[in-house]
């Protein structure tokens, strides 16, 4: 009988620690666009499957000069989902920027080198645009309509973020 609620308990755990090595297995630390798309088939196949409009395309040159930080999480849908668009439209538009860093956080929105803190990350992705390290925009999670119109709106002044309270 004992033998029978000890293998019970073993299997009902079994779900919950194969969940804990999953999680472990999530990147966190500044990683390259090509790195993502490779190692994280989800960020890949929305990258091949998304397909900018050229309106879209050309408001991404608001973005030049501009540094571009992105937090995600890779194992967050609405990175997977963001995270892509983002960078089929910075490949697309061929913007330059003066730098873009990706950086992946665990569950606890933490990266090794503090970042996430210092920035203040409560949900993911957040992309920053940052001009001599002054934030000039912050998307939050997901667009209020397209990203690209979103960040231009935003850096323009024709538009706000969506609010981290929310």
Known sequence: MHYGIYLLFLMLLSPCLSANQANSSSL??????????SQYPEFNQEYQRYVPENAEIQAMQVLYGKSVLVFLGTWCHDSEREVPRLLKLLHRSQVDLQSLQLIAVGLDKKDPSGLAQRFNL?????????????????????????????LQQGLTGRGESRDESI
């Not at 966190?28 to 798309?37: C, D, F, P, R, S």
């Not at 645009?129 to 925009?137: S, T």
């Open 28 to 37: 966190a630390g500044e990683l390259k666009a090509e790195q993502l798309l």
């Open 122 to 150: 409560l949900y993911t992705p957040t992309i920053i645009v940052l001009d001599d390290e002054q934030e000039l925009y912050r998307m939050v999670e997901r667009p209020k309509g397209s990203l690209a119109l979103d």
